[in-house]
């Protein structure tokens, strides 16, 4: 189910084509099941932004999208070796280091600059997020809202975590429903 209305999801795809990489959590690919692709009419062709997943332990599930459509390469990036001899063509598995668990981000970083990626979408989410916003290592910020009240006990994201990594509000924009922030 969406939550953001088409015009909202329009910007996303906008943002989407203009990026070298796309990059998600792991936890977002088992949850969601994203395509990472970019899509619509107006967006014209082009190379499709490589997707990155994060995935210290190798939890991306064989039978998702990104790991079967063949859509745009794939990178999984892993704290070990994984067999990945029946992996897809579209599909590369890098082993990155870890410090107390994690991948530092910069490392990450430093992986996605030595294939020649300059831009990297971050999507989420956000333990990612986070992450990205912790190490410094965010330009700007796109956060769209929607008017969908969500039950459970999600992770909510504040904004507050932006004015903490020393980002602010430039702007703010009403799309349809959603309002969308721009932030730098």
Known sequence: Q?????????????????????????DTVVRDNPSLTVRGPDIGPRNPPVRVVVDPNGRTPADCKL?????????????????????????????LSAEDGEIPVTRILDFLGDRG???????GGPNTWRRFL???????AHICCSPVELNGTGNIFDTTELEEAGLSKNRELIIDVDTVSHWS
């Open 134 to 140: 912790k190490e410094k290592m965010v330009d700007y």
């Open 67 to 95: 790991m079967t459509d063949g859509q745009a390469p794939t990178i999984l990036i892993q704290i070990q070796e994984i067999d990945d001899s029946r992996d897809a063509a579209h599909v590369e598995r890098a082993v």
């Open 2 to 26: 969406r939550f953001s209305c088409e015009d909202s999801l329009e910007l996303v795809h906008q943002l989407r084509a203009e990026s070298m990489a796309i990059l998600v959590g792991v």
């Open 117 to 123: 990626i300059q831009s990297l979408l971050v999507e």
